[in-house]
């Protein structure tokens, strides 16, 4: 399972209600056993994207910077990455030696070594720092790569891909599995194998020989069962259909919604009336929501609103709000909707096929 919390999303700037663009990824393990699976140890986690002011969002969370395992950084423009200085030299100043991987486009590296070197910073920490660009070659692929990022058992794979906008950008789709062993235990019990030691080693994969003689495979007595869980979550894009491939067997996207469809149309008609060259390049609710509604996905969340739009959800006020964008997304999707808040949270379930939102994170105390 993967629990969600967003920490930033405003477009460009942040407001009073919403800060720029964080969104905090949980690898939750369902198969631990009670205070296990509660424990902060066993509860890693990824960062995608780091606007300016994440780590004092974070402050309002019970995340700890000393399991975040990853960051993905979608692109270069600053409301996505501004907070990635502080939150590392915060890291380091927590005490944090863990090394933290780092996906990024190869502008991130440049802009870490410009700090690090013009405020004398120190990371007591490894960086394993993966460029984006790199990983796309390396792979012989332009329109996708994946890799690998395990942790704690739990199988983790981040795929990349390149979406639209004014600076390369890139969505990233997560994948959990987590496999489970159960024991048939009363099979054993009809073949009169009582419960021993030699039950254990069968649920751990291994083939036993009885104290009769007999020979046991793992095989015949364990049920292996696999929970696999997957998100896409993409950076600034005026073209969905970029991630028509990322979907396959996804069970939730996030996705900016920078605008309701009106004001995207006015957007282009001013960019063309006054022959500009600048085009921010991002979505409408409605036209993500299309998008969606055609690749037969069950569960959206928009997110990266506009300051223009308030936090209230009036569609009937004639000051933009929620309300709006949530109409506009309507118009077009018929699945699961959600408009993404600051501190907002939602759980995704693979073997269902089911989002929850859980309401507001609960705040340190």
Known sequence: MLKLTFLGTSAGVPTKQRNVT???????????????????????????????????????TKLSLHRLSAICITHVHGDHCYGLPGLLAS????GRTAPLTLIAPKAIAKLLDTITLTTELYFPFAINFMAIEDLLS???????????????????????????????????????????????TDKLLAEGIPASALWGRLQQGEDVITEDGRSLRATDYVNSEVLRTRVVVAGDNDTPACL??????????????????????????KIQASHSDYDPMHSSAAQVGRFAQDSGLQNLILTH????????????SETPNMGHIRLDAASTYKGNLWLAADFEQYLVKGTDNQVTSLGLAHHKS
């Open 91 to 94: 890291a380091a100043m927590s």
């Open 305 to 316: 609103f506009s300051a223009r739009y308030q936090s209230f959800d009036n569609p009937e």
């Open 138 to 184: 390396q792979q012989g692929k332009e329109n996708s790569a994946k890799l690998d990022v395990s942790i704690d058992k739990q199988a983790l794979t981040i795929d990349i891909h390149p979406l639209s906008h004014r600076v390369p950008c890139y969505g990233f789709g997560i994948t959990q599995s987590i496999s489970r062993r159960t024991l048939n």
């Open 22 to 60: 964080a969104l905090a990824v949980e690898c939750l393990n369902p198969y631990l056993s009670g205070s296990k699976q509660h424990s902060k140890k066993s509860r890693p986690w990824l960062l995608i994207d780091c606007g300016e002011g994440t780590q004092q969002q974070l402050l309002h």
């Open 244 to 269: 028509s491939a990322a979907l396959t067997d996804t069970h939730l996207l996030v996705h900016e919604a920078t605008y309701t469809a009106d004001v995207l149309a006015k957007v282009q008609a």
